[in-house]
């Protein structure tokens, strides 16, 4: 898809060379330059014009990331983990994004106990089984929305 959208400007600009098209064409060129290199748009610095270009390709390595941790039962009830900082340092060191650790056994026993995807009810069978601990569906859904 960059390939042939690289060919498109190179061949508008032969034809018409403007400024526009042919920071289009830069910037399309940075971008097969950073998928070489297995880097991601995201993290890259640009101007607005190259904003507008980048917004049409909707690639997927621009879009943000949420990480979501898979932590089991007694570790996330505990709130304790050895795996989390080393993830942690994983995700800075590539980009960075939020992090949210939940166990996925731990949120199918409080969706059995509750009997729906009520927020209030799954957090009080959040309560019933163990104090302390919530449900993590609404901040994961929240994170999602909001880094969209």
Do not use: H
């Not at 064409?25 to 904003?51: F, H, S, V």
């Amino acid at each position: 898809m960059l390939e042939k959208e690289i060919e498109a400007l190179e061949t508008k600009i032969k034809k018409k060379t403007t400024k526009e098209l042919a920071k289009d064409l830069d910037t399309a060129m940075m971008c097969r330059k950073l998928m070489e290199e297995g880097k991601a748009t995201r993290n890259e610095q640009w101007d607005p014009i190259q904003t507008t270009w980048l917004n049409t390709m909707n690639f997927f390595m621009s879009k943000p990331v949420v990480y979501l941790a898979n932590i089991g039962k007694k570790g996330y009830m505990s709130q304790k983990n050895k795996y989390l900082p080393r993830i942690l340092a994983w995700i800075k060191a590539n980009g960075g994004g939020p992090m949210i650790p939940y166990s996925a056994e731990f949120e199918a026993e409080i969706l059995e106990i509750a009997g729906t995807g009520d927020v209030e009810k799954r957090n009080e069978a959040a309560e019933e089984m163990q104090k302390g601990c919530t449900s993590m569906i609404s901040k994961i859904v929240n994170v999602g929305y909001k880094s969209l």
